[in-house]
């Protein structure tokens, strides 16, 4: 009988405070008639990924009251201003007491993200894959995927705002790209004019 592959945990970064959209969290947007955060964790449990992973920040509290993340495990980060690595960095300690074997991180702010991206980075892991990436025309983007034993060099590499980016870069041979941009629209909602981006069907580009 094959041997089962460790469950995949997904880990979404919702602690962003919307600075470019006047201030508005990124996590309470509206998109379709429910908190942006809600589609974000869907896509990766229907994708697939469990446990779920929901780092929180800039308006912790009206989140976890407006927001149905029941499904979710939800991380708090008091360091969020300091920028996306302190928040990859929170999520990753908190899926070390699981078992997961690999972690997909996704970001709250792009609603055209779904499910089928988040599916097919897991297909490639289960292909071998230890890090893989979705990909738009050929050009990295989210969300991205770190087998277990990457997590402590992701969280070492992690600071300000870049995230995951450096260590992608410097193992960048190691990087599977998985073309997404059939299934997804990799913009974000950053700046005011990006709000039209909440009135799209998720997960599919235009």
Do not use: I
């Not at 927001?67 to 999520?91: E, F, I, K, Q």
């Amino acid at each position: 009988m094959p041997v089962p592959h460790p469950p995949v945990a997904g880990l979404l970064l919702a602690a962003g405070g919307g600075r470019r959209l006047g201030g508005r969290p990124k996590a309470l947007l509206g998109f379709r008639g429910r908190p942006l955060v809600e589609h974000a964790a869907r896509a990766l449990s229907e994708g697939g990924c469990a446990p779920v992973c929901v780092v929180l920040g800039a308006a912790a509290a009206e989140v976890r009251v407006h927001a149905d993340l029941a499904h979710c495990t939800l991380v708090d980060n008091p360091r969020w201003p300091d920028g996306m690595g302190s928040s990859l960095r929170a999520g990753l300690a908190a899926l070390e007491a699981t078992d997961a074997g690999a972690v997909v991180v996704s970001l709250v702010d792009q609603p055209g993200v779904g499910a089928a991206a988040v599916s097919r980075l897991l297909a490639a892991h289960r292909a071998g894959a230890g890090l893989a990436a979705a990909s738009y025309g050929g050009e990295r983007g989210h969300p991205v995927l770190f087998a277990r034993e990457h997590w402590e060099g992701v969280a070492r590499a992690a600071a300000g705002d870049r995230g995951a980016r450096a260590y992608l870069r410097a193992h960048a041979s190691a990087v599977t790209l998985v073309e997404c941009a059939d299934v997804a629209d990799p913009r974000d909602v950053d700046v005011p004019e990006d709000l039209g981006l909440l009135s799209g069907s998720p997960g599919r580009p235009d």
